[in-house]
């Protein structure tokens, strides 16, 4: 089956505890991309990578980082998340050619005490 | 810069009442228009693209149409299952636009049987 998958679903940590929250595709997507999702504000785009090794930030990068190792992971690194980082994060793929919708994962709520 | 407007924020209809929902939209280029559907707790669905004004696409009762500014999602004869938040996206066509996606803060929709 096709799918983009995310771990943890859910997470609930401290001020400052470094974290990460995995990504990974099976569609051999080339683009990829992390949102938050947060009341009153819809999704906000987090960082984006257009292929291995290719990253660059979106709307609202600040306090976090990614890596683009692998074709199908996409990892979201929070090196000292903080209480505004508790949102609903997605992680989305799509090809760069052809059909440009995305497709999302089931989202990671975080909690940041 | 590229925004989305959607209305209602909020619409509860009768089984088999048929409304529709309204995406605004300003974007330099436009390379795609999207709606997605998010059940709670869910990443969001694709249904459509739509890449020019007087496109549309049909899916079950659903209808998505599209001109110069605005998209609409029309909804015939609606069931209790319909019930979610219907999401607009954009996509721009300059390089910049095209590597993100643009959302509405979503119409949720309630079904009563």
């Known amino acids: 089956e096709a799918q983009v998958t995310q771990n943890p679903r859910y997470l609930i940590t401290v001020t400052g505890k470094k974290l990460t929250v995995t990504c990974s595709q099976n569609m051999n997507h080339e683009y990829m991309s992390w949102y938050r999702q947060d009341p009153g504000l819809g999704l906000r785009q987090i960082y984006y990578?257009?292929?291995?090794?290719?990253?660059d930030k979106g709307d609202v990068p600040e306090g976090y980082k990614v890596s683009r190792k692998e074709k199908r992971n996409f990892p979201l690194i929070l090196e000292s998340p903080s209480p505004n980082q508790t949102s609903l994060y997605f992680c989305?793929?799509?090809?760069?050619?052809?059909?440009?919708?995305?497709?999302f994962g089931p989202g990671t709520r975080l909690t940041v005490t | 810069e590229d925004q989305v407007t959607q209305s209602p924020e909020a619409l509860r209809l009768q089984e088999g009442e048929s409304s529709s929902l309204n995406c605004s939209y300003t974007v330099s280029g436009l390379r795609g228009l999207f709606w997605y559907r998010q059940d709670p707790g869910k990443g969001p669905e694709f249904l459509f693209t739509l890449y020019s004004a007087g496109e549309e696409k049909e899916k079950e009762r659903l209808k998505a149409t599209l001109t110069k500014k605005e998209s609409f999602l029309h909804i015939t004869a609606p069931k209790p299952e319909d019930s979610a938040t219907y999401l607009c996206?954009?996509?721009?066509?300059?390089?910049?636009?095209?590597?993100?996606?643009?959302f509405g803060q979503g119409t949720r929709l309630t079904i009563n049987p």
């Open positions: 990578s257009m292929n291995v090794e290719v990253t």
């Open positions: 996206a954009v996509q721009g066509s300059d390089w910049v636009g095209a590597q993100k996606l643009v």
């Open positions: 989305a793929s799509r090809r760069t050619g052809g059909m440009p919708e995305q497709y």
